[in-house]
């Protein structure tokens, strides 16, 4: 054992809160030290360069619905491990420690609220809880999701954060496409809007699935969006690609989605859009 080490052993327990690399946050955009509560304040984007920052379920719920509306719909039981998957570590244990450090169950968290006095069901999916990949358990939530909000005659507004499909649940997580698929169609029988907010990063299976199936296309700035990989593309067709590909401005460029939404004006633009769906399905 090294000095440091063996002197870090003895040092007197520290809170994790206290440390100065919690105090600071370094910039994923500008790479510049910005002030946590600034940051937190600032709707978790950079006040110095605009980077928006990845945010998980309660996070989003805090800052979109009006205050005291928020009730989050408990995550629905699914088979653990149907596989019994094992990499370098086995998938149980795996789902053990990203529960600990996200205190969710799994990667996809729904909410009943109002958004401007709209009432409406949300669904976050979380890129911190392995990489937002979407297995049974994500499928299952979204599904949940869909028929609360048919239940309550609401919209159904997802917002997607995803590297694909959880391979650990090999054929079951790629189920979850045409799964999520029909459910967006049972929210359009029922003559209810779906609306997705795309936010940084959502790929694969996801991207593929619920992700671009959105009666509006809502995503925030800079967000990288894509199927497959850049490298993997520039290496199948042997060009370069643009600088901006796959990107949020790259695909409302190429009209892929509807708008390009800054988190600040997000929840004042959700309510105006909700507001126009429901007016119409009134009439
Ligand atoms: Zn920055």
Redesign the pocket.
Known sequence: MSWLNSVRNVLPFVAKRETPENLWHK??????M?FTKELEENLHV??????HDRIGPKIRFAQLFDEGSCSELPAPPVPEDPLKFRDQKRYTDRLKAARTDNSERDALVNARGSIDGHRVVVGVQDFGFMGGSMGLAVGEAFVRGVEAAIEDRVPYVIFTASGGARMQEGILSLMQMPRSTVAIQMLHDAGLPYIVVLTDPTSGGVMAAYAMLGDVQIAEPKATLAFTGRRVIESTIREKLPEDFQTSEYYLEHGMIDMVVHRKDLREQLGTVIGYLSAREAA
């Open positions: 910039c994923k955009g500008c790479g510049q910005v950079c006040p110095k360069c605009d980077h």
